[in-house]
């Protein structure tokens, strides 16, 4: 099987777009303005050279490129490009698509030579759209998700049980996919520090610190296994949310039920276009300067605007009065297809 990843990909778009941006550090945030409170969505590797990541404030990234090129989120063009890209890796022989995001995929496929079927869909690609892609090859999908990161840029990298541990055993556990820097925190607590130690761990040591699913689950992470079948069944998004950072922070409660009330109409109308009912409601807080909570609370099945609406502004009684709000997210849960709810259809993270 074969992760498919566009490399920087949003940025890759922009300069399709302005090919005369091609070399230069470019920074896609927000309305493209640093004065504003936006993140980065992505950026070049020219910008991430000098520290630039997603998710970092667009006014700290400006600072640490004086003379980065800051571009607005077109979601459009990126959708539309993805589309293509979609589009070309199913027309590959053989191929079974499992679309991940925008900018990456697993592929199954029946090959002999699994590098020289990489090279051909990074070409198919390359000529479809002009964007370049690293593969990454593996027996597991985790094994082929993590070799892509050894592809990058442009490359193809293959990993199995037989060299796993041997490129990957000295690595810190964060590297996994699946093991963030929390996770690998935790893990430490317990003198597991690298890939190779959580490989050779018990995984039932894990249960008291994770539970009975997640700790086996992650000790299968450290020795790269898990599935081996590329499944192409539909996604089903399982909620829609909707989230608004503000440029002055809301302090007064009418402001802040206001704009409770604006989220849920935009979720909502994501909502009705799925035409499932909804089943649960979280709402997310960010108070100033950077201290975010989440409340969720779930809610009998209804298509009722009013009623959400009703439920939303309940669950925002919980919003410290008078504490300044640099932003506020609503996401809705719904119910489930009667084929997803039968495990069929592979589960996506919400926020």
């Known amino acids: 099987m074969l992760h498919v990843d566009l490399d920087q990909f949003i940025a890759a778009v922009e300069v399709l777009r302005r090919p005369e941006l091609a070399g230069k550090p470019i920074i896609v945030g927000g309305r493209g303005d640093p004065t504003e409170r936006a993140v980065v969505s992505t950026a070049s590797y020219e910008a991430r050279a000098f520290g630039v990541g997603s998710g970092m404030p667009l006014r700290v990234a400006a600072r640490k490129v004086p003379d980065a090129v800051i571009l607005p989120v077109d979601f459009e063009a990126y959708l539309a490009a993805s589309e293509t890209v979609m589009a070309t890796l199913r027309e590959q022989p053989g191929a079974t698509v499992q679309v991940l995001g925008w900018d990456e995929a697993f592929v199954g496929v029946e090959t002999e030579d699994p590098e020289a079927y990489a090279r051909q869909v990074q070409s198919a690609v390359l000529e479809r759209t002009q964007l370049h892609c690293s ?109 608004t950072t503000f440029q002055h922070d809301l302090t007064d409660p009418a402001e802040v039920e206001d704009a409770v009330r604006e989220l849920a109409a935009h979720v909502l109308e994501d909502v009705v276009a799925e035409g499932r009912p909804v089943i649960g409601l979280t709402l997310k807080i960010r108070y100033a300067p950077f201290l975010t909570t989440t409340h969720a609370k779930k809610v009998p099945e209804t298509f009722d605007r009013n009623e959400v609406l009703a439920r939303a502004l309940d669950l925002a009684t919980v919003i410290e009065t008078g504490r300044p709000i640099r932003l506020l997210g609503l996401r809705a849960e719904m119910a489930m297809p009667d084929d997803a709810r039968k495990g069929h259809t592979p589960t996506r993270g919400g926020w």
Request: aromatic share 8%; with cysteine; proline share 6%.
């Open 135 to 243: 593969v990454g090859i593996g027996d597991t999908l985790v094994r082929a998700k993590v070799a892509t990161g050894f592809g990058k840029p442009a490359g193809v990298f293959r990993l199995t049980a037989g060299n796993w541990l041997d490129v990957m055993g000295s690595r810190p556990t964060k590297e996994l996919w699946g093991v963030g820097s929390r996770v690998s925190a935790r893990l430490a607590k317990h003198g597991i520090n690298t890939v190779a130690e959580l490989a050779a761990c018990d995984p039932q040591d894990l249960v008291p610190e994770f539970g009975p699913r997640m700790g086996p689950w992650y000790a299968q992470l450290g020795r790269g296994e898990g599935a081996s079948v590329v499944d192409d069944t539909p996604w089903v998004a399982r909620g829609h949310s909707r989230e």
